[in-house]
């Protein structure tokens, strides 16, 4: 299991600090009437193994493995990820398949590569959040 802490912020980096510095409503400006906002992925905290999942989470990893073990994919590990926004006590759950190509790179461990070469990051967690490669399609 692994927690992911998720929060919608304002783009702006002004706008942002206004609001959390309640420059808002004292008389200065008014808040925008509409606010561009980012989704922001603060932290990913794998959760002990000594924790059980509830019953209908559990039920729910169940289906997914069987799904996969009927196609095939037999070691083919799924995890269960909370997603949780501001220590809200729900959570939107996702059983999520770990691809092979993703278990090989993250089992090399090799530095992150900028696309013209010129520089490189470690395998950290910090840096896999941030990294695009991430996002692309493995096989």
Same mark, same amino acid.
């Given at each position: 299991?692994?927690?992911?802490?998720?929060?919608?912020?304002?783009?702006?980096? &002004?706008?942002?600090?206004?609001?959390?510095?309640?420059? $808002? #409503?004292? =008389?200065? @400006? /008014?808040?925008?009437?509409? !606010? @561009? =906002?980012?989704?922001? +992925?603060?932290?990913? *905290?794998?959760?002990?193994?000594?924790? *059980?999942?509830?019953?209908?989470?559990?039920? &729910?990893?169940?289906?997914?493995?069987?799904?996969?073990? /009927?196609? #095939?994919? *037999?070691?083919?590990?799924?995890? !269960?990820?909370?997603? +949780?926004? &501001?220590? $809200? @006590? =729900?959570?939107? %759950?996702?059983?999520?398949? +770990?691809?092979? #190509?993703?278990?090989? +790179?993250?089992?090399?461990?090799?530095?992150?590569?900028?696309?013209?070469?010129?520089?490189?990051?470690?395998? %950290?967690?910090?840096?896999?959040?941030?990294? @695009?490669?991430?996002? /692309?399609?493995? %096989?």
């Amino acid at each position: 299991m692994a927690r992911v802490d998720v929060c919608l912020q304002p783009s702006d980096i &002004n706008v942002f600090h206004r609001m959390y510095t309640g420059w $808002y #409503g004292k =008389g200065r @400006e /008014a808040e925008p009437e509409q !606010i @561009e =906002g980012m989704f922001q +992925i603060n932290a990913v *905290t794998p959760q002990p193994a000594s924790l *059980t999942p509830r019953p209908h989470r559990l039920l &729910n990893w169940s289906r997914v493995r069987e799904s996969l073990c /009927a196609d #095939g994919q *037999t070691s083919t590990p799924v995890i !269960i990820v909370e997603f +949780i926004s &501001n220590n $809200y @006590e =729900g959570a939107n %759950t996702l059983m999520l398949p +770990i691809s092979p #190509g993703a278990l090989v +790179i993250a089992k090399k461990k090799e530095p992150f590569v900028s696309a013209s070469g010129d520089s490189s990051d470690p395998m %950290t967690p910090a840096t896999c959040l941030e990294s @695009e490669f991430l996002l /692309a399609p493995m %096989t």
